[in-house]
């Protein structure tokens, strides 16, 4: 797991749960990063949000080396809104 934040990392157990089993499933069927497409995927990345019914479905899913996977889940430092009202 190349998750950046410490306290969300889940120990590895030596029997796969189904949710190891279904992510290994579609890394074997993907194995190349989708985003660089060079190196090998290592993370099943889902683009829906947890709770969503369609989550684990292939067609919403990534998969990612290790760096891509960093990349998408950064945060944004900053947020900047401007606005188009006129100013007296």
């Known amino acids: 797991m190349s998750n950046t934040r410490p306290w969300r990392a889940k120990p590895r157990t030596s029997k796969p749960n189904s949710r190891q ?3 290994g499933l579609f ?3 993907h194995p190349t990063c989708q985003h660089c497409a060079s190196k090998p995927a290592v993370e099943a990345h ?3 949000r947890k ?3 369609f989550r684990n ?3 919403y899913m990534e998969a990612l ?3 891509c996977h960093v990349h998408t889940h950064r945060q944004p430092l ?3 809104r401007i606005s ?3 100013l007296k």
């Open 21 to 23: 089993k279904r992510n």
């Open 27 to 29: 890394l074997d069927a």
């Open 46 to 48: 889902h683009r829906l």
């Open 51 to 53: 709770g969503h019914p």
């Open 57 to 59: 479905q292939w067609e």
């Open 65 to 67: 080396c290790q760096g």
């Open 78 to 80: 900053m947020v900047v």
């Open 84 to 86: 188009l009202a006129k």
